[in-house]
């Protein structure tokens, strides 16, 4: 069984963001970068895959040469080998989406893994992507996957419950929170991902079709007003809520 994961290097949950200076992007400057943490998921499931049926992973990941980070991450989890699609150049999802299909479509895989969405811009739009490119099933949002013969039954998560659905494999899946417990990298698989290949690959280049016109952080809110603690409050506030606020 042949199963890859995408993964994205995406700032830290911790990290401070700013806004770069042309007023588009992240400004990445100082910022630590970790796997994408719903591609943590996504790399435990092709674990757990090669482990119950045999086979191999890959990992692969779209972006310039920092990427490499977090590649070496799911190599010392326990991927066997990794591919950097290296590039800075500027896209969108689309871009991102074609040069990921463009070299998946190489390795003719069985299960193609991707978190549910990429922490940085959450766009959430490149794993049906890749699937449609490629004319695969796709199913999105997965807490549980279980694969029986060719039959591929995955729990979806859904507003207030959960949904199963069947397909059947090759398919693209997009990894949700809970799937599964993502494993720590052993101090022997963190020594071992060092001497793994990563593999660097030109990618096809893609003009975006979405451009980013501006970015800029929420106002942070103003501090509450008290109006008065009794009975007596009650007209002022009505007052405020009316011609302030304008709510009622
Ligand atoms: C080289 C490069 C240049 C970019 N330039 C710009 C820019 O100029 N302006 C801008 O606003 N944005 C830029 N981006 C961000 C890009 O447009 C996407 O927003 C970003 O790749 C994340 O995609 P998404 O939010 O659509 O991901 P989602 O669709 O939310 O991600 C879902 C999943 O797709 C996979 N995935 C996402 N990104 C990658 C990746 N790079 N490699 C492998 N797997 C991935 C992961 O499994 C992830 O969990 C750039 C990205 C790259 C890689």
């Known amino acids: 069984m042949k199963c890859i994961v995408c993964v994205n290097h995406v700032p830290d949950t911790e990290a401070k963001i700013k806004v770069g200076a042309d007023g588009k992007y992240i400004d990445k400057a100082g910022i630590n970068h970790i796997l994408n943490p719903y591609d943590e998921f996504a790399t435990e499931a092709i674990l757990q895959l090669k482990e119950k049926n045999g086979g191999e992973t890959l990992a692969i990941t779209l972006g310039g040469d920092s ?57 959430e739009q490149i794993p049906g992507m890749v699937a449609e490119i490629l004319g695969l099933p796709s199913v999105t949002a997965v807490v549980k996957l279980t694969v029986e013969d060719k039959k591929v039954i995955c729990h979806r998560e859904i507003e207030g419950g959960q949904e199963i659905v069947e397909t059947t494999y090759p398919v693209v899946i997009s990894a949700h929170k809970g799937l599964n417990e993502p494993r720590y990298p052993s101090l022997k698989g963190i020594m071992a991902s060092k001497t793994k290949p990563i593999t660097e690959i030109q990618p096809i280049a893609v003009a975006p079709v979405v451009e980013t016109i501006t970015m800029f952080k929420a106002q942070s809110k103003q501090a509450g007003k008290i109006v008065g603690t009794d009975a007596a409050a009650v007209p002022e506030l009505v007052r405020l809520l009316h011609e302030e606020a304008k709510v009622i």
């Open 67 to 123: 990427h490499k980070e977090t590649l070496r991450k799911a190599l010392a989890m326990g991927v066997d080998k990794a591919i950097l699609l290296k590039d800075d150049s500027v896209r969108d999802s689309l871009s991102v989406a074609k040069a990921l299909a463009e070299e998946l479509k190489k390795h003719t895989p069985d299960f193609i893994l991707f978190g549910k969405q990429s922490i940085d811009y959450y766009n």
